[in-house]
Nanobody, 122 residues
Framework: QVQLVESGGGLVQAGGSLRLSCAAS????????MRWYRQAPGKQRELVAA???????NYADSVKGRFTISRDNAKNTVYLQMNNLKPEDTAVYYC????????????????WGQGTQVTVSS
């Protein structure tokens, strides 16, 4: 059994900052890419940022220069530092990871966290 648990969401004024964390736990053998997605009301879920095990990163154009994704492989944790937040960043943020479990036949699965709400007031 594998779980992804997010934390760090909340209410912040425009221009403020938040740091999201997502910790993976359970029967984990390896973790490859880790990603943050978000979904605003009435909109489709969109990729915000991604990071490989080797720490190569990519970002949505809308967050480049404001958000930074990082990971701690020893802690199986991914972070999203969000600076200069805007009202349009308001959404539920989801963590996603490609995880190989210790359960034979050692296959890879895509796991999701439960989501954390980020609300940016103007």
């Amino acid at each position: 059994q594998v779980q992804l648990v997010e934390s760090g969401g909340g209410l912040v004024q425009a221009g403020g900052s938040l740091r999201l964390s997502c910790a993976a736990s359970g029967t984990i053998r390896n973790i490859n890419a880790m990603r943050w997605y978000r979904q605003a009301p009435g909109k489709q879920r969109e990729l915000v940022a991604a990071i490989t095990r080797g720490s190569s990163t990519n970002y949505a154009d809308s967050v480049k220069g404001r958000f930074t994704i990082s990971r701690d492989n020893a802690k199986n944790t991914v972070y999203l530092q969000m600076n200069n937040l805007k009202p349009e960043d308001t959404a539920v943020y989801y963590c996603n990871a490609a995880i190989q479990t210790t359960v034979v036949p050692l296959v890879w699965y895509d796991y999701w966290g439960q989501g954390t709400q980020v609300t940016v007031s103007s």
